[in-house]
C-alpha cells in the first residue's frame, strides 16, 4: 500500500472541489494540496475544507501550494480546464484545453512528480493523450476519468428500473467519454444473471435498453440544463479511481486508458474496463464485443482519432 498517501489537486473547481470534498468525508487520504492559477481561490477552499476536519473520519493535512508540492505526490489529479461556452465547437474547446494540459503537465514534470496522473478535464480521452504525449510517462501511470461516471450512472439508472441495487448492476459503457460512447449489453449483469435474460423473462418492453441508453446519454445535458454544470458524479468517480490507487484495491473501472491492439485499434486513449492498482491500469479487459458493438466501439476510436490529429498539430 502507498503510505504518503498524498494527492495533489489542479483545478479548484466544481468538479475538483466536489471529489476533494468527496475524499475528506471518505477519508483514505493524509494530505491534499489545492492549486489553483487563482490562488486566492485555492487558499479559501483549503481553509474551508480544514474548518470541516473536526466532522471528518480522519485527520488530513488540507492546504493550498504550487507545483513544486507536486514533487512527492503519489498522485495528481487535473481537473482545471476552460468549459464549453454557448456557441463554441468542440474543437475551439480542445485547442484551448490542450493548450492549459500541455502547461499544466510541464509544471507537474518539471517538480520532479513521479506518480499516477488522473485527468477529468474535457475532452477527456483527448486530454489524457496529451498528457501522455509531454510527460512521456508510462501510460499505464495516466488515467482518463473515461465513461467512469457514464457506468456509474448507466448502473444506477438500471437498478432504479429493476428495483436492485445499483452496487449489483454489472454493466459498461465504452468509448468516448461522449456521444459515440455505447453501452455493452451482451455482457451486462444484474447479479450473475444476463440482463438481457432479465428483461426477456419479466416481459419488458423492448425498447427499454434503448431509452436506458438515451438517458445516460442525455443525462449531462439535462443536469446542465437544470443546474448549469454537473460536478457531484463526477467528483465521486474521481475520489473511488484515487482510492481505488491509494488501497491498490485490484478494481475495474471503465477508465480512459491507451489500448495498443486492444478491441483491434491502437494509439489513443478511450473509456475501456480496465483494472486499476497502486501501479496505475494493470490490465485492460478484452471483452468479446458482438457485431453490432464492435461497429460502435470503431466509429468511436475513429471520431477520437481525427481530433487527436488536431492535438498533434498544436503539440508540434
Not at 499516477?116 to 477527456?124: C, W
Not at 445516460?216 to 446542465?224: F, G, R
Request: charged fraction near 25%.
Amino acid at each position: 500500500m502507498i503510505e504518503s498517501r498524498k494527492v495533489v489537486l489542479v483545478g479548484t473547481g466544481f468538479v475538483g472541489m466536489s471529489m476533494a470534498y468527496a475524499l475528506e468525508n471518505q477519508g483514505g487520504i493524509n494530505e491534499l494540496v489545492l492549486i489553483d492559477v487563482l490562488k486566492d481561490k485555492a487558499e479559501g477552499e483549503a481553509m474551508d475544507l480544514s474548518h470541516g476536519l473536526a466532522c471528518a473520519p480522519k485527520r488530513i493535512s488540507i492546504k493550498s501550494g504550487d507545483y513544486d508540492e507536486c514533487k512527492d505526490a503519489d498522485i495528481v489529479v487535473i481537473t482545471a480546464g476552460a468549459n464549453q461556452k454557448p456557441g463554441q465547437t468542440r474543437l475551439e474547446l480542445l485547442k484551448i484545453n490542450t493548450s492549459i494540459m500541455k502547461e499544466i503537465t510541464e509544471n507537474v514534470v518539471k517538480s520532479g512528480f513521479d506518480g499516477i496522473f488522473v485527468i477529468a478535464t474535457n475532452p477527456v480521452d483527448l486530454m489524457t493523450y496529451v498528457v501522455e504525449k509531454v510527460s512521456k510517462f508510462p501510460t499505464s501511470k495516466i488515467i482518463g476519468s473515461g465513461t467512469a461516471l457514464d457506468t456509474a450512472r448507466l448502473r444506477y439508472i438500471i437498478g432504479d428500473r429493476l428495483q436492485v441495487s445499483p452496487k449489483n448492476v454489472h454493466a459498461y459503457i465504452m468509448g468516448e467519454h461522449g456521444d459515440s460512447s455505447f453501452a455493452v449489453w451482451s455482457h451486462s449483469y444484474v447479479g450473475c444473471k444476463p440482463l438481457l435474460d432479465v428483461v426477456k423473462e419479466k416481459n419488458l418492453d423492448k425498447n427499454l435498453l434503448n431509452d436506458i441508453y438515451t438517458e445516460v446519454q442525455q443525462a449531462a445535458y439535462e443536469i446542465i440544463n437544470k443546474k448549469k454544470a454537473t460536478y457531484y458524479g463526477i467528483g465521486l468517480s474521481l475520489a473511488k479511481i484515487v482510492r481505488t490507487i491509494l488501497d491498490n484495491e485490484n478494481e475495474i473501472i471503465t477508465v480512459s486508458t491507451y489500448i495498443d491492439g486492444n478491441y483491434g485499434h491502437s494509439g489513443l486513449f478511450i473509456g475501456v474496463p480496465a483494472v486499476i492498482t497502486n501501479k496505475g491500469v494493470r490490465e485492460i479487459l478484452n471483452v468479446q464485443l458482438n457485431d453490432e458493438e464492435q461497429e460502435k466501439f470503431d466509429k468511436s476510436f475513429n471520431i477520437l482519432e481525427d481530433m487527436k490529429k488536431e492535438v498533434d498539430q498544436i503539440l508540434q
